[in-house]
């Protein structure tokens, strides 16, 4: 068996061009123009890398990116005073804070901290809280998100179907799991702590893998016709590769998506649909508190 490839380019190239017709008439009725703001601290590569494909996106779809970096010494105020800025800025609509952070600063603090209604990302208590309610209103983390359009978009049957996804970080792995159990899957979590792990990942019709480690996933862990779906970006000599050992899984798996080429198209494609979709968001706000204004003065 030699796994499909799951490329993520055509359905990137969709969601995009979808965000550039959302992007357009969202200009012409309310007459201006959403921003994306990218805020890096410290120079992580896998950062830049992000960085990078996220402005080439944007210059794509005509949606204008501000860039702002910090020296990875800087302290939590100076960061916090710099999201502060960004979350009064009218002319940003969406705020995105790069990951890693350097360890000294919190990313709890960010996550409080970020407009609810900027936070492109999900990475907000607010936004958190909403997934989990399957509102539709919801900015969901981008990662995850992409993947799932990845699923939907070559069909892969999720109702009823057995996910493992490897990961519990908050802006990934746990979303991940959300999402799918929304769509009526029976889903395992494991994570670093799991005993036995191979005995789960055969288990999976539909298997992620977010845990951030080369070679975590290897053929003898996969269930035969198993899709596989790789958010690992790791970085050996130079080259970026996922958690998954690509060469020796794909004779195992029915589908697979590739590092490069794979979920990171997809990611970077959500993050601008949620841009216009957090600017249509906040002019709702705009306008109730307009409305609000209004009955108040008579």
Known sequence: MTATILDGRPVARDIRERARGELKRFSSVYSWTPGL???AVGDDPSAV???RAIV????AIDLPVSEHSLPASSRQQDLNALLDELNDDDAVSGILVLQPLPPHLSRIEVADRVDPLKDIDGITTFNAGRLFHDDRDVLAPSTPAGGMALLKHYQI???GAHATVIGRSPVVGRPMAAMLLAENATVTTCHSRTRDLPRFTRQADILVSAAGRPGTVTA???KPGATIIDFGVNFIDGHMVGDVDADSVSDVAGALTPVPGGTG???TAILLRNTVKAATLQQRRRS?????ATRAAV
């Open 37 to 39: 703001a990218v805020l």
């Open 288 to 292: 109730s508190h307009t409305a609000f």
């Open 220 to 222: 003898s862990m996969v």
């Open 56 to 59: 080439t996106a944007a210059a």
């Open 157 to 159: 049957p999720l109702s």
């Open 49 to 51: 890398a992000y960085q």
């Open 265 to 267: 198209r997809v990611t």
